[in-house]
Protein backbone atom coordinates (compact mmCIF):
# COMPACT_ATOMS: atom_id res chain seq x y z
CA UNK A 1 0.00 0.00 0.00
CA UNK A 2 1.11 3.40 -0.86
CA UNK A 3 2.24 4.97 2.22
CA UNK A 4 3.70 8.89 0.98
CA UNK A 5 2.71 10.07 -2.40
CA UNK A 6 4.95 13.15 -3.11
CA UNK A 7 2.75 14.99 -6.66
CA UNK A 8 4.79 17.21 -8.50
CA UNK A 9 6.31 19.66 -5.70
CA UNK A 10 7.68 22.61 -6.63
CA UNK A 11 9.85 24.89 -4.19
CA UNK A 12 11.01 28.35 -5.21
CA UNK A 13 13.23 29.75 -2.58
CA UNK A 14 14.44 33.64 -3.17
CA UNK A 15 14.06 33.29 -6.84
CA UNK A 16 16.04 30.10 -7.34
CA UNK A 17 14.08 26.45 -8.09
CA UNK A 18 15.04 24.47 -5.48
CA UNK A 19 12.40 21.51 -6.53
CA UNK A 20 10.61 21.54 -10.12
CA UNK A 21 8.10 18.92 -10.28
CA UNK A 22 9.30 16.12 -7.70
CA UNK A 23 7.20 13.62 -7.23
CA UNK A 24 7.34 9.54 -6.20
CA UNK A 25 6.22 7.42 -3.90
CA UNK A 26 7.11 5.13 -1.00
CA UNK A 27 4.91 2.07 -0.15
CA UNK A 28 5.31 0.42 3.44
CA UNK A 29 7.93 -1.26 4.74
CA UNK A 30 10.37 -0.28 1.36
CA UNK A 31 13.53 0.91 2.05
CA UNK A 32 14.09 4.13 -0.04
CA UNK A 33 17.72 6.14 -0.74
CA UNK A 34 17.33 9.96 -1.45
CA UNK A 35 20.48 9.94 -3.40
CA UNK A 36 22.24 12.99 -4.95
CA UNK A 37 25.08 15.64 -4.01
CA UNK A 38 25.19 18.89 -1.48
CA UNK A 39 22.70 21.43 -2.91
CA UNK A 40 20.26 18.97 -4.75
CA UNK A 41 17.18 19.76 -2.95
CA UNK A 42 17.31 17.06 -0.41
CA UNK A 43 16.91 19.25 3.01
CA UNK A 44 14.13 21.30 1.13
CA UNK A 45 12.35 18.09 0.34
CA UNK A 46 12.27 16.66 3.52
CA UNK A 47 11.13 20.42 4.84
CA UNK A 48 8.62 19.45 2.48
CA UNK A 49 7.62 16.45 3.38
CA UNK A 50 7.09 17.40 7.35
CA UNK A 51 5.11 20.35 6.85
CA UNK A 52 7.91 22.82 7.81
CA UNK A 53 7.58 24.48 3.96
CA UNK A 54 4.72 25.29 1.91
CA UNK A 55 5.53 23.98 -1.58
CA UNK A 56 3.95 26.61 -4.49
CA UNK A 57 2.79 24.02 -6.69
CA UNK A 58 1.97 20.11 -5.66
CA UNK A 59 1.23 18.53 -3.07
CA UNK A 60 2.17 15.39 -0.22
CA UNK A 61 0.04 12.73 1.37
CA UNK A 62 1.20 10.35 3.95
CA UNK A 63 -1.68 7.13 3.99
CA UNK A 64 -3.69 9.10 1.53
CA UNK A 65 -4.34 12.33 3.62
CA UNK A 66 -2.72 15.38 3.21
CA UNK A 67 0.14 15.74 5.91
CA UNK A 68 -0.22 17.95 9.05
CA UNK A 69 2.26 19.19 11.48
CA UNK A 70 4.17 16.69 13.78
CA UNK A 71 2.29 13.55 11.91
CA UNK A 72 2.28 10.39 14.17
CA UNK A 73 3.01 8.54 11.02
CA UNK A 74 6.24 9.80 10.39
CA UNK A 75 9.49 9.63 12.33
CA UNK A 76 12.70 12.15 11.39
CA UNK A 77 16.14 12.27 12.28
CA UNK A 78 17.64 15.80 11.47
CA UNK A 79 20.99 16.48 9.73
CA UNK A 80 24.01 16.05 12.62
CA UNK A 81 23.46 18.57 15.43
CA UNK A 82 26.46 19.41 17.28
CA UNK A 83 25.62 18.06 21.00
CA UNK A 84 27.65 19.71 23.69
CA UNK A 85 30.04 16.70 26.07
CA UNK A 86 28.49 18.52 29.11
CA UNK A 87 24.90 18.53 28.15
CA UNK A 88 23.41 17.19 31.06
CA UNK A 89 21.22 14.81 29.17
CA UNK A 90 21.45 10.97 29.16
CA UNK A 91 21.15 9.13 25.77
CA UNK A 92 17.79 7.72 27.33
CA UNK A 93 16.39 11.45 28.18
CA UNK A 94 16.77 12.30 24.79
CA UNK A 95 15.11 9.36 23.28
CA UNK A 96 12.82 10.63 26.37
CA UNK A 97 12.10 13.62 23.81
CA UNK A 98 10.96 11.46 21.24
CA UNK A 99 7.80 10.28 23.20
CA UNK A 100 6.75 13.82 24.88
CA UNK A 101 9.43 16.60 23.86
CA UNK A 102 6.45 18.12 22.04
CA UNK A 103 4.02 18.88 25.02
CA UNK A 104 3.57 21.57 27.58
CA UNK A 105 2.57 21.60 30.68
CA UNK A 106 4.01 20.48 33.94
CA UNK A 107 5.45 17.07 33.90
CA UNK A 108 2.58 14.79 34.49
CA UNK A 109 2.12 12.82 37.97
CA UNK A 110 2.58 9.48 36.21
CA UNK A 111 0.88 5.99 37.97
CA UNK A 112 4.06 3.76 38.51
CA UNK A 113 2.59 1.53 35.53
CA UNK A 114 2.61 4.20 33.09
CA UNK A 115 6.19 5.18 34.20
CA UNK A 116 7.41 1.82 33.89
CA UNK A 117 5.71 1.64 30.54
CA UNK A 118 7.21 4.99 29.42
CA UNK A 119 10.58 3.41 30.10
CA UNK A 120 9.83 0.31 28.62
CA UNK A 121 9.09 1.76 26.00
CA UNK A 122 12.58 4.09 25.88
CA UNK A 123 14.49 0.60 26.64
CA UNK A 124 12.64 -0.95 23.36
CA UNK A 125 13.48 1.89 21.13
CA UNK A 126 17.61 1.90 22.56
CA UNK A 127 17.43 -1.92 22.17
CA UNK A 128 16.47 -1.98 18.58
CA UNK A 129 19.13 0.42 17.58
CA UNK A 130 21.65 -1.62 19.67
CA UNK A 131 22.01 1.83 21.83
CA UNK A 132 21.24 -0.12 25.23
CA UNK A 133 24.87 -0.44 26.48
CA UNK A 134 25.50 3.63 26.67
CA UNK A 135 22.03 4.53 27.40
CA UNK A 136 22.90 6.05 30.83
CA UNK A 137 26.09 8.09 29.36
CA UNK A 138 25.78 11.75 28.77
CA UNK A 139 24.78 11.64 24.50
CA UNK A 140 27.01 14.50 23.89
CA UNK A 141 29.96 12.32 24.86
CA UNK A 142 29.01 9.56 22.70
CA UNK A 143 31.00 9.19 19.36
CA UNK A 144 29.04 10.23 15.91
CA UNK A 145 27.48 6.57 15.40
CA UNK A 146 26.14 6.55 18.60
CA UNK A 147 25.09 9.57 18.68
CA UNK A 148 23.31 8.91 15.31
CA UNK A 149 21.94 5.35 16.78
CA UNK A 150 20.34 7.72 19.73
CA UNK A 151 19.05 10.11 17.04
CA UNK A 152 17.37 6.84 15.48
CA UNK A 153 15.61 5.62 18.43
CA UNK A 154 14.23 9.11 19.30
CA UNK A 155 12.75 8.80 16.01
CA UNK A 156 11.58 5.64 16.66
CA UNK A 157 10.16 5.61 19.79
CA UNK A 158 6.82 6.93 18.83
CA UNK A 159 6.33 3.96 16.60
CA UNK A 160 6.38 5.66 13.32
CA UNK A 161 5.18 3.89 9.81
CA UNK A 162 8.04 6.48 8.08
CA UNK A 163 11.11 7.34 9.30
CA UNK A 164 12.60 10.42 7.46
CA UNK A 165 16.66 10.74 7.67
CA UNK A 166 18.81 13.44 6.87
CA UNK A 167 22.18 12.51 5.89
CA UNK A 168 22.50 10.35 8.77
CA UNK A 169 26.22 9.02 7.33
CA UNK A 170 27.69 12.10 7.10
CA UNK A 171 31.00 12.33 8.62
CA UNK A 172 30.91 8.88 9.91
CA UNK A 173 33.59 6.54 9.59
CA UNK A 174 33.52 3.05 7.29
CA UNK A 175 32.58 0.76 9.83
CA UNK A 176 29.74 3.30 11.84
CA UNK A 177 28.34 3.87 8.03
CA UNK A 178 28.01 -0.28 7.87
CA UNK A 179 26.42 -0.48 11.20
CA UNK A 180 23.93 2.16 10.99
CA UNK A 181 22.92 0.83 7.43
CA UNK A 182 22.48 -1.98 8.91
CA UNK A 183 20.43 -0.86 12.00
CA UNK A 184 18.18 0.32 9.72
CA UNK A 185 17.68 -2.56 7.37
CA UNK A 186 16.69 -4.12 10.15
CA UNK A 187 14.41 -1.88 11.39
CA UNK A 188 12.64 -1.67 7.98
CA UNK A 189 12.56 -5.72 7.85
CA UNK A 190 11.64 -6.61 11.18
CA UNK A 191 9.78 -3.53 12.47
CA UNK A 192 7.92 -3.09 8.81
CA UNK A 193 9.23 0.88 9.25
CA UNK A 194 9.08 2.48 5.65
CA UNK A 195 12.68 4.27 5.33
CA UNK A 196 14.01 7.40 3.56
CA UNK A 197 17.12 7.67 3.96
CA UNK A 198 19.35 10.92 2.25
CA UNK A 199 22.82 10.30 1.25
CA UNK A 200 25.20 12.30 -1.37
CA UNK A 201 26.83 8.81 -1.59
CA UNK A 202 24.81 5.83 -2.82
CA UNK A 203 27.84 2.85 -2.31
CA UNK A 204 26.89 2.10 1.51
CA UNK A 205 23.26 1.93 0.34
CA UNK A 206 23.26 -0.98 -2.22
CA UNK A 207 22.83 -3.73 -0.69
CA UNK A 208 19.60 -2.41 1.16
CA UNK A 209 18.05 -0.13 -0.91
CA UNK A 210 14.43 -1.52 -2.14
CA UNK A 211 14.67 1.66 -4.52
CA UNK A 212 16.13 5.04 -5.49
CA UNK A 213 15.17 8.53 -5.63
CA UNK A 214 18.06 10.29 -7.59
CA UNK A 215 18.48 13.98 -7.37
CA UNK A 216 19.57 16.55 -9.34
CA UNK A 217 19.15 19.71 -9.75
CA UNK A 218 15.41 19.65 -8.14
CA UNK A 219 14.67 17.21 -10.50
CA UNK A 220 14.23 13.39 -9.30
CA UNK A 221 14.07 10.17 -11.20
CA UNK A 222 13.01 7.19 -9.57
CA UNK A 223 12.69 3.53 -9.54
CA UNK A 224 14.92 0.32 -8.78
CA UNK A 225 18.83 1.18 -8.39
CA UNK A 226 19.19 -0.77 -11.73
CA UNK A 227 16.62 1.03 -13.54
CA UNK A 228 17.59 4.44 -12.26
CA UNK A 229 21.76 4.51 -11.92
CA UNK A 230 22.27 4.60 -15.99
CA UNK A 231 24.28 6.64 -17.82
CA UNK A 232 20.75 7.63 -20.39
CA UNK A 233 18.65 7.95 -17.02
CA UNK A 234 21.09 10.22 -15.30
CA UNK A 235 22.20 11.86 -18.54
CA UNK A 236 18.11 13.14 -18.67
CA UNK A 237 18.11 14.22 -14.99
CA UNK A 238 21.43 16.34 -15.56
CA UNK A 239 20.10 17.66 -18.65
CA UNK A 240 24.03 17.07 -19.76
CA UNK A 241 25.92 14.03 -20.34
CA UNK A 242 27.46 12.03 -17.14
CA UNK A 243 28.57 8.54 -17.75
CA UNK A 244 27.69 5.65 -14.65
CA UNK A 245 31.29 3.72 -13.74
CA UNK A 246 30.88 0.50 -12.25
CA UNK A 247 34.60 0.18 -10.11
CA UNK A 248 34.75 -2.89 -8.12
CA UNK A 249 31.04 -3.40 -6.89
CA UNK A 250 30.66 0.58 -6.48
CA UNK A 251 29.11 2.82 -8.50
CA UNK A 252 30.61 6.42 -9.49
CA UNK A 253 28.90 9.16 -11.67
CA UNK A 254 31.18 10.90 -13.94
CA UNK A 255 29.76 14.31 -15.15
CA UNK B 1 23.85 34.63 65.65
CA UNK B 2 20.38 35.20 67.33
CA UNK B 3 20.20 38.70 65.98
CA UNK B 4 20.93 37.21 62.60
CA UNK B 5 17.64 35.17 62.84
CA UNK B 6 15.56 37.80 64.43
CA UNK B 7 16.30 41.05 62.45
CA UNK B 8 12.90 41.49 60.15
CA UNK B 9 15.96 42.94 57.44
CA UNK B 10 17.61 39.50 57.17
CA UNK B 11 14.05 37.95 57.15
CA UNK B 12 13.26 39.74 54.20
CA UNK B 13 16.70 39.18 52.51
CA UNK B 14 16.51 35.28 53.11
CA UNK B 15 13.15 35.48 51.23
CA UNK B 16 14.20 37.69 48.41
CA UNK B 17 17.34 35.79 48.33
CA UNK B 18 15.25 32.04 48.04
CA UNK B 19 13.20 33.16 45.35
CA UNK B 20 15.88 34.87 43.36
CA UNK B 21 18.17 31.92 43.70
CA UNK B 22 15.46 29.58 42.83
CA UNK B 23 14.53 31.21 39.45
CA UNK B 24 17.85 32.18 38.43
CA UNK B 25 19.30 28.48 38.77
CA UNK B 26 16.43 26.65 37.12
CA UNK B 27 16.85 29.26 34.11
CA UNK B 28 20.73 29.15 34.42
CA UNK B 29 20.45 25.63 33.37
CA UNK B 30 18.66 26.47 29.75
CA UNK B 31 20.53 29.24 29.37
CA UNK B 32 23.82 27.50 29.59
CA UNK B 33 22.23 24.70 27.04
CA UNK B 34 21.05 27.61 24.33
CA UNK B 35 24.22 29.29 24.28
CA UNK B 36 22.76 32.51 25.55
CA UNK B 37 24.75 33.19 28.66
CA UNK B 38 25.82 36.99 26.65
CA UNK B 39 21.94 37.22 26.22
CA UNK B 40 21.51 36.88 29.96
CA UNK B 41 24.33 38.77 30.96
CA UNK B 42 23.12 41.76 28.62
CA UNK B 43 19.90 41.69 29.93
CA UNK B 44 21.01 42.55 32.92
CA UNK B 45 23.28 45.24 31.87
CA UNK B 46 19.63 47.14 29.93
CA UNK B 47 17.76 46.53 32.75
CA UNK B 48 20.00 48.98 34.79
CA UNK B 49 18.35 51.72 32.37
CA UNK B 50 15.28 50.73 33.70
CA UNK B 51 16.80 50.73 37.50
CA UNK B 52 18.17 53.78 37.57
CA UNK B 53 14.78 55.38 35.74
CA UNK B 54 12.53 53.28 38.65
CA UNK B 55 14.36 56.08 41.17
CA UNK B 56 14.12 58.64 39.08
CA UNK B 57 10.63 58.47 38.84
CA UNK B 58 9.86 57.36 42.15
CA UNK B 59 8.59 53.52 41.30
CA UNK B 60 9.74 50.04 42.29
CA UNK B 61 12.81 49.20 41.40
CA UNK B 62 12.15 45.27 39.99
CA UNK B 63 9.32 47.16 38.55
CA UNK B 64 12.13 48.87 36.36
CA UNK B 65 14.15 46.16 35.94
CA UNK B 66 11.43 44.17 34.74
CA UNK B 67 9.59 46.43 32.45
CA UNK B 68 13.08 47.22 30.54
CA UNK B 69 14.21 43.21 30.57
CA UNK B 70 10.69 42.38 28.88
CA UNK B 71 11.19 44.87 26.36
CA UNK B 72 14.73 44.27 25.28
CA UNK B 73 14.53 40.58 25.26
CA UNK B 74 11.76 40.85 22.59
CA UNK B 75 13.67 43.19 20.87
CA UNK B 76 16.85 40.58 20.89
CA UNK B 77 14.30 37.93 19.65
CA UNK B 78 12.38 39.18 16.97
CA UNK B 79 15.62 41.45 15.81
CA UNK B 80 17.95 38.51 15.40
CA UNK B 81 15.52 35.02 15.85
CA UNK B 82 16.59 32.84 13.39
CA UNK B 83 19.93 33.37 13.51
CA UNK B 84 22.82 33.05 16.64
CA UNK B 85 25.16 35.64 14.90
CA UNK B 86 22.07 37.97 14.29
CA UNK B 87 20.81 37.60 17.94
CA UNK B 88 24.67 38.92 19.54
CA UNK B 89 24.85 41.65 17.27
CA UNK B 90 21.16 42.60 18.07
CA UNK B 91 22.01 42.35 21.59
CA UNK B 92 24.93 44.19 21.36
CA UNK B 93 23.56 47.11 19.88
CA UNK B 94 20.69 47.04 22.32
CA UNK B 95 23.07 46.62 25.36
CA UNK B 96 24.47 49.81 24.20
CA UNK B 97 21.93 51.82 23.71
CA UNK B 98 20.63 50.56 27.24
CA UNK B 99 23.98 51.47 29.08
CA UNK B 100 23.80 55.17 27.44
CA UNK B 101 20.52 55.83 29.07
CA UNK B 102 21.21 54.01 32.65
CA UNK B 103 24.43 56.52 32.29
CA UNK B 104 22.36 59.30 31.64
CA UNK B 105 19.53 58.85 34.15
CA UNK B 106 22.05 57.04 37.61
CA UNK B 107 23.81 61.06 36.94
CA UNK B 108 20.42 62.33 36.76
CA UNK B 109 19.78 60.79 39.78
CA UNK B 110 22.96 61.60 41.69
CA UNK B 111 22.50 65.00 40.80
CA UNK B 112 19.49 65.45 42.82
CA UNK B 113 19.53 63.23 45.81
CA UNK B 114 21.71 60.77 47.48
CA UNK B 115 19.98 57.69 47.76
CA UNK B 116 23.13 55.80 46.96
CA UNK B 117 20.92 54.65 43.54
CA UNK B 118 24.04 53.86 41.47
CA UNK B 119 25.28 51.48 44.16
CA UNK B 120 22.27 49.76 44.97
CA UNK B 121 21.49 49.60 40.50
CA UNK B 122 24.79 48.14 39.99
CA UNK B 123 25.57 45.92 43.39
CA UNK B 124 22.40 45.31 44.57
CA UNK B 125 20.54 45.81 47.46
CA UNK B 126 19.69 42.77 49.76
CA UNK B 127 19.52 44.19 53.16
CA UNK B 128 17.70 47.22 52.54
CA UNK B 129 15.06 45.87 49.99
CA UNK B 130 11.85 46.91 52.18
CA UNK B 131 8.76 44.55 52.62
CA UNK B 132 7.58 46.75 50.13
CA UNK B 133 9.34 45.34 47.42
CA UNK B 134 8.57 41.77 48.15
CA UNK B 135 5.12 40.99 46.93
CA UNK B 136 6.49 42.36 43.57
CA UNK B 137 9.54 39.79 43.94
CA UNK B 138 7.10 37.01 44.77
CA UNK B 139 5.05 38.53 41.55
CA UNK B 140 8.10 37.87 39.34
CA UNK B 141 9.27 34.52 41.03
CA UNK B 142 5.92 32.95 40.40
CA UNK B 143 5.63 33.87 36.67
CA UNK B 144 9.20 32.76 35.90
CA UNK B 145 8.30 29.42 37.32
CA UNK B 146 5.50 28.65 36.08
CA UNK B 147 6.39 29.73 32.37
CA UNK B 148 9.20 27.79 32.71
CA UNK B 149 6.90 24.96 34.12
CA UNK B 150 4.77 25.06 31.67
CA UNK B 151 7.51 25.24 28.75
CA UNK B 152 9.81 22.70 30.24
CA UNK B 153 9.66 19.64 27.59
CA UNK B 154 9.47 21.68 23.99
CA UNK B 155 12.50 24.18 24.97
CA UNK B 156 14.54 20.92 25.98
CA UNK B 157 13.41 19.87 23.25
CA UNK B 158 14.02 23.09 21.05
CA UNK B 159 17.66 23.78 22.58
CA UNK B 160 18.83 20.78 21.93
CA UNK B 161 17.29 20.15 18.82
CA UNK B 162 15.41 22.66 16.83
CA UNK B 163 15.23 21.22 13.79
CA UNK B 164 13.07 17.95 15.13
CA UNK B 165 11.99 20.69 17.58
CA UNK B 166 9.63 22.04 14.60
CA UNK B 167 9.31 19.03 12.76
CA UNK B 168 7.54 17.74 15.50
CA UNK B 169 5.24 20.86 15.92
CA UNK B 170 7.08 22.71 18.83
CA UNK B 171 6.44 26.49 17.48
CA UNK B 172 10.17 26.72 18.31
CA UNK B 173 9.59 30.98 18.05
CA UNK B 174 7.29 31.20 20.53
CA UNK B 175 8.83 28.46 23.05
CA UNK B 176 11.96 30.74 22.81
CA UNK B 177 10.08 34.16 23.50
CA UNK B 178 8.67 32.26 26.69
CA UNK B 179 11.96 31.33 27.51
CA UNK B 180 13.56 34.71 27.37
CA UNK B 181 10.30 36.31 29.16
CA UNK B 182 11.40 33.88 32.28
CA UNK B 183 15.33 35.01 31.76
CA UNK B 184 13.93 38.50 31.73
CA UNK B 185 12.56 37.81 35.21
CA UNK B 186 15.62 35.62 36.58
CA UNK B 187 18.02 38.38 35.92
CA UNK B 188 15.78 41.51 37.29
CA UNK B 189 15.46 39.84 40.71
CA UNK B 190 19.14 38.70 40.50
CA UNK B 191 19.75 42.42 39.76
CA UNK B 192 17.92 43.84 42.77
CA UNK B 193 19.54 41.18 45.21
CA UNK B 194 22.98 41.36 44.09
CA UNK B 195 23.26 43.79 41.73
CA UNK B 196 22.55 44.15 37.64
CA UNK B 197 26.69 43.71 37.45
CA UNK B 198 26.77 40.07 39.30
CA UNK B 199 23.64 38.93 37.82
CA UNK B 200 24.83 36.49 35.84
CA UNK B 201 26.98 34.97 38.61
CA UNK B 202 23.95 33.65 39.94
CA UNK B 203 22.00 32.68 36.62
CA UNK B 204 25.54 30.91 35.12
CA UNK B 205 27.35 29.96 38.46
CA UNK B 206 24.53 27.16 40.06
CA UNK B 207 23.79 25.73 36.69
CA UNK B 208 27.33 25.62 35.37
CA UNK B 209 27.80 23.46 38.77
CA UNK B 210 24.61 21.64 38.74
CA UNK B 211 25.73 20.21 34.97
CA UNK B 212 28.62 19.04 35.95
CA UNK B 213 27.60 17.20 38.87
CA UNK B 214 24.04 15.37 37.04
CA UNK B 215 23.47 13.87 33.83
CA UNK B 216 20.18 14.03 34.51
CA UNK B 217 18.26 17.13 32.78
CA UNK B 218 15.74 17.47 35.58
CA UNK B 219 17.92 16.71 38.36
CA UNK B 220 20.11 19.37 37.08
CA UNK B 221 17.54 22.13 36.83
CA UNK B 222 16.32 21.01 40.56
CA UNK B 223 19.91 20.71 41.45
CA UNK B 224 21.00 24.42 40.06
CA UNK B 225 17.92 25.81 42.41
CA UNK B 226 19.32 24.31 45.42
CA UNK B 227 22.61 24.74 44.41
CA UNK B 228 21.72 28.64 44.03
CA UNK B 229 19.82 29.45 47.54
CA UNK B 230 23.04 27.59 49.63
CA UNK B 231 24.99 30.27 47.87
CA UNK B 232 22.77 32.88 48.67
CA UNK B 233 22.06 32.20 52.00
CA UNK B 234 25.26 31.46 52.61
CA UNK B 235 26.61 35.09 51.40
CA UNK B 236 23.99 36.56 53.39
CA UNK B 237 25.26 34.91 56.56
CA UNK B 238 28.56 35.80 56.21
CA UNK B 239 28.06 39.24 55.13
CA UNK B 240 26.02 39.40 58.32
CA UNK B 241 28.62 37.91 60.10
CA UNK B 242 31.57 40.45 58.70
CA UNK B 243 29.98 43.09 60.95
CA UNK B 244 31.84 41.51 63.48
CA UNK B 245 34.98 40.83 62.36
CA UNK B 246 35.50 43.48 59.63
CA UNK B 247 38.15 46.07 60.55
CA UNK B 248 35.79 49.00 60.52
CA UNK B 249 32.57 47.42 61.51
CA UNK B 250 31.15 47.59 58.37
CA UNK B 251 29.32 44.91 56.31
CA UNK B 252 31.16 44.02 53.25
CA UNK B 253 28.74 43.41 50.34
CA UNK B 254 26.68 40.40 50.02
CA UNK B 255 27.18 40.40 46.68
CA UNK B 256 30.93 39.60 46.94
CA UNK B 257 30.04 36.77 49.21
CA UNK B 258 28.04 34.78 46.95
CA UNK B 259 29.66 35.43 43.60
CA UNK B 260 33.09 33.82 45.76
CA UNK B 261 30.84 31.07 47.40
CA UNK B 262 29.74 30.69 43.54
CA UNK B 263 33.17 30.35 42.18
CA UNK B 264 34.82 28.26 45.10
CA UNK B 265 31.57 25.87 44.55
CA UNK B 266 32.66 25.87 40.56
CA UNK B 267 36.08 25.27 41.49
CA UNK B 268 35.26 22.41 43.57
CA UNK B 269 33.14 20.08 41.27
CA UNK B 270 35.00 21.55 37.94
CA UNK B 271 38.04 19.63 39.94
CA UNK B 272 36.04 16.51 41.74
CA UNK B 273 33.54 14.77 39.22
CA UNK B 274 33.79 14.34 35.73
CA UNK B 275 30.54 12.42 35.45
Partial sequence: ?255 | MSTFLSNPAVHTALLVGLLVAAVSGPVGVFTILRGQSFAGHSLADIGTAGGAASYLIGTNVLVGFVSVNVVAAALMESAGANRARNRDVATGVVLGAALGLSALFLHLETESSTTGATIDVLFGSIFTLGSTTVPFVVGAAAIAIGLLVWIHRPLMLASVAPDLAGARGVPVGLVGAGYLVALAMAVSLSAVAIGAILSTALLIGPAAIAIQLTRRPLAAVVASGAIGVAVTWGGIALAWNSYYWSSSHQQWPVSFFIVSLVLVAFIGTSFGSRR
Fill in chain 1, 1 to 255: MTLLEVDGVDVRLGGRTVLDGVGFTIDDGQFTGLIGSNGAGKTTLYRVILGLLDPQAGQVLVKGRPLARRNPLVGYVPQKIALDPDLPLRARDLVGLGVDGHRFGPPPILSRARRLSRREQVDQALAAVGASEFADRRVGRLSGGEQQRVMIAQAIVSHPSLLLLDEPLANLDISSTNEIVSVLAKLCRDQGIAILISAHDMNPLLPVMDRIVYMAEGRVATGRTGEVVRTDVLSALYRHPVEVLEVQGRLLVVG
